[in-house]
């Protein structure tokens, strides 16, 4: 089995940056790719960002410009820097990694428990 590790959500002021970091771990063959959601209340999960084993990188126009995603393959741990955080940022932010648990495996996804930002105006 995997298992996602999240830390970094918490409080923060409009216009602040938080730091949240999501660690796989378990039986990994290999990660093809690993990124964030966020589900406000009352509205649907939505993609934040996501990062490829190439290196691609997608993020929600919403955050575009104001976020970071990066990915440390050897510790299969992924990071998204927030900054100039806004109201509207405020969510339960979920790490997502779709992987292979070993050569034979089919890719399969996996989710975080979530973490909670809050961002006071």
């Known amino acids: 089995q995997v298992q996602l590790g999240e830390s970094g959500g918490g409080l923060v002021q409009a216009g602040g940056s938080l730091r949240l970091s999501c660690a796989a771990s378990?039986?990994?063959?290999?990660?093809?790719?690993s990124g964030w959601y966020r589900q406000a209340p009352g509205k649907q999960r939505e993609l934040v960002a996501v990062?490829?084993?190439?290196?691609?990188?997608q993020y929600a126009d919403s955050v575009k410009g104001r976020s970071t995603i990066s990915r440390d393959n050897a510790k299969n741990t992924v990071v998204l820097q927030m900054d100039s955080l806004k109201p509207e940022d405020t969510a339960v932010y979920y790490c997502?990694?779709?992987?292979?648990?070993?050569?034979?495996?089919?890719?399969?996804?996996?989710w975080g428990q979530g973490t909670q930002v809050t961002v006071s105006s």
């Open positions: 997502y990694v779709v992987a292979r648990r070993d050569y034979s495996d089919s890719l399969k996804g996996y």
């Open positions: 378990g039986s990994i063959f290999s990660i093809n790719h």
């Open positions: 990062i490829w084993n190439s290196g691609r990188i």
